[in-house]
């Protein structure tokens, strides 16, 4: 039975392939306000905006493509049963050939019913434009969780924290909840690392490697490849 390695990832860990994080010097939110783009009320308001936000990040995604942090994790597939729960809406995970990927803020390259959540079709890197519809005749909308809107791969996330023999957490700022909670689902007898370069101590103990994910991903990956 191989032990298992939860890892919880944020923006930072696709930072070094070019995309935004959120909350940096140059992030996201400093160029869009989260109510006009990111919630269910900035989209009734003007889903052309909010379509348009979303198409230009589908469009950078399809010239992006995973770094040394993304590729680091798949190394530890040979040994472990390792679980990325995500909170990047990117598939960069994927690219890199991790295998089993949960998404709790949805996935750029899949469109969904504005009417029926689990009506969801892949759309690749195309844009949504008004007036594309769903089968059941309503408007597509990307699929990504909003701000205020339900984050329904939250239980099966909190469910791989507890069973985790080891917990990394890879470039997120563990501002927004429920993601940021997960942590305190993770067994005591865990070993957990953070690798991010402005690691703030949170309150367990657990191996901090300040450095980007580029180098300090490998740095966990070659320990666990020794223990
Ligand atoms: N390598 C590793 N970590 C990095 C790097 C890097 N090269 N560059 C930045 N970071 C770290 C920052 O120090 C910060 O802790 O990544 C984190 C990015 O934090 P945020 O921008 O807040 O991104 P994230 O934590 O993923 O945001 C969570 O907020 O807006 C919502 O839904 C959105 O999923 C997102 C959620």
Not at 3 to 28: H, M, N, Q
């Amino acid at each position: 039975m191989k032990k298992k390695v939860v890892i919880l990832t944020g923006a930072g860990i696709s930072a070094e392939s070019g995309i935004s994080t959120f909350r940096d010097s140059d992030g996201l939110w400093e160029q869009y306000r989260v109510e006009d783009v990111a919630t269910p009320e900035g989209y009734r308001a003007n889903p052309e905006l909010v379509l348009d936000f979303y198409n230009q990040r589908r469009r950078q995604l399809a010239h992006v493509s995973p770094n040394e942090g993304h590729r680091q994790l798949v190394r530890l597939e040979e040994k472990y049963d390792v679980h990325i729960i995500t909170q990047n809406v990117d598939n960069l995970h994927e690219q890199a050939g991790s295998t089993q990927v949960l998404h709790l803020h949805g996935e750029l390259t899949k469109a969904r019913s504005e009417r029926d959540p689990n009506l969801i079709m892949e759309i690749g890197y195309n844009d949504i434009n008004p007036g594309d519809l769903a089968p059941d005749g309503a408007q597509l909308r990307p699929h990504i969780v909003w701000f205020g809107e339900a984050v329904p791969n939250i239980e099966p996330a909190a469910a791989l924290c507890e069973q985790a023999d080891y917990f990394i957490v890879i470039g997120t700022s563990m501002n927004v909840y429920p993601a940021a909670g997960l942590i305190h689902y993770v067994p005591r007898a865990a070993q957990c690392y953070l690798v991010d370069p402005k690691a703030v101590a949170v309150q367990r103990s657990l191996t901090v490697i300040q450095e980007k994910a580029g180098t300090g991903v490998k740095k966990v990956v070659d320990q666990l490849m020794e223990a």
